[in-house]
């Protein structure tokens, strides 16, 4: 049972590149979400996708965009790298019903570590 | 808007030893809190769940309780090992898709 999978793992940029980041989960969640984390701070919420071909934005969206075609992944692309996008990079997805929607757990990646140089 | 902190941001005691971590949440409307740990370069494994509704919870050798009327959640960690070291953080949902994050506590058990 593999849970989230991201890939890749370990990536180094040069400024202005682009790339996308992919998770993969296999436990047939509705919601998935993409956060990043910066030293001394808590994880912040970029983007995130309540079902297939739907994502909306989170608290720090900005030089970020998303795709979830399939309702097993959910895409991360950065169109033009800059230093201030090197960060850790934790895709999650949760299960919601229409009984209960707000008392799930959340389930992670094993995350992405991005330096943009 | 809602706040998380974790106080202490680092802690170190000998191995053995119980102690406690804290979570505190400035907006008491919260769903649930969850407790997860984040070993060096890997990811976030849950480690407890509490719904608005309940007062604690275990597991193992781990109790995380809940108190919603003032802002707080600990994590009791009875007879620490070494195997316990880790950042561990606190995380609130105050909606159906977004958690609140502390910063995190680092805890180093000296053998």
């Known amino acids: 049972n593999a849970g989230v999978t991201q890939t890749p793992k370990f990536r180094v940029l040069k400024t202005g590149q682009s790339m996308t980041l992919l998770c993969a989960q296999d436990m047939n969640h509705e919601y998935m979400y993409w956060y990043r984390q910066d030293p001394g701070m808590g994880l912040r919420l970029i983007h995130y996708?309540?079902?297939?071909?739907?994502?909306a934005k989170g608290e720090v969206p900005d030089g970020y965009n998303v795709s979830r075609l399939k309702k097993q992944n959910f895409l991360l692309g950065l169109e033009s790298a800059a230093p201030s996008q090197t960060s850790v990079y934790f895709c999650?997805?949760?299960?919601?019903?229409?009984?209960?929607?707000?008392?799930?757990?959340?389930?992670f990646g094993q995350g992405t570590r991005l330096t943009v140089v | 808007k809602q706040e998380v902190t974790q106080i202490p941001a680092a802690l170190s005691v000998p191995e053995g030893e119980n102690l406690v971590l804290n979570c505190s949440f400035t907006?008491?409307?919260?769903?649930?809190l969850q407790w997860f740990r984040q070993d060096p370069g890997k990811g976030l494994t849950s480690l407890l769940l509490?719904?608005?509704s309940q007062r604690e919870q275990t597991s193992g050798r781990l109790n995380a309780s809940l108190d919603k009327s003032s802002g707080r959640s600990t994590l009791y960690i009875a007879a620490s090992q070494p195997g316990d070291s880790a950042t561990y953080l606190c995380a609130v949902r105050s909606s159906n898709y977004q958690l609140i994050w502390g910063a995190g506590t680092k805890l180093i058990i000296k053998p």
């Open positions: 996708s309540v079902g297939e071909g739907t994502t």
């Open positions: 999650a997805s949760s299960y919601m019903t229409d009984l209960r929607p707000r008392n799930t757990e959340a389930f």
């Open positions: 509490i719904q608005s």
């Open positions: 907006d008491s409307a919260i769903y649930n």
